[in-house]
Nanobody, 125 residues
């Protein structure tokens, strides 16, 4: 059974950085496409970033492009999201998600079959 556990959230000021991590267990990590989604307060869940199994393909939401970087370590079964130049509008619960095995990454949340419990990121102005 795949399990995803996020960590690294917190309260920061605008302009600060945070690094989120997601620990994967229960299957072969490198077989899964991975992504980060977020749910701002009072809003629907939205796509943030995705990465392919072989790390050759990444894609970002326009709102975070150039500020956020998704990465994965297939030896350590870890997914990361480096978030720089944070803005108040980045405030949300951040979720990591896995799709697979052997499925292509997608921006559609309903295509992912495994989710973490979420980690809160709050950016004050």
């Amino acid at each position: 059974q795949v399990q995803l556990v996020e960590s690294g959230g917190g309260l920061v000021q605008a302009g600060d950085s945070l690094r989120l991590s997601c620990e994967f267990s229960g299957d072969t990590f490198e077989r899964f496409a991975m992504a980060w989604f977020r749910q701002p307060p009072g809003k629907e869940r939205e796509f943030v970033a995705l990465i392919s199994q072989t790390i050759t393909f990444t894609h970002y939401a326009q709102s975070v492009k150039g500020r956020f970087t998704i990465s994965r370590d297939n030896h350590k079964n870890m997914l990361h999201l480096q978030m720089n130049l944070l803005k108040p509008e980045d405030t949300a619960v951040y979720y990591c998600a896995a799709r697979g095995p052997y499925s292509a990454p997608t921006t559609w949340g309903h295509e992912y079959n495994h989710w973490g419990q979420g980690t809160q990121v709050t950016v004050s102005s």
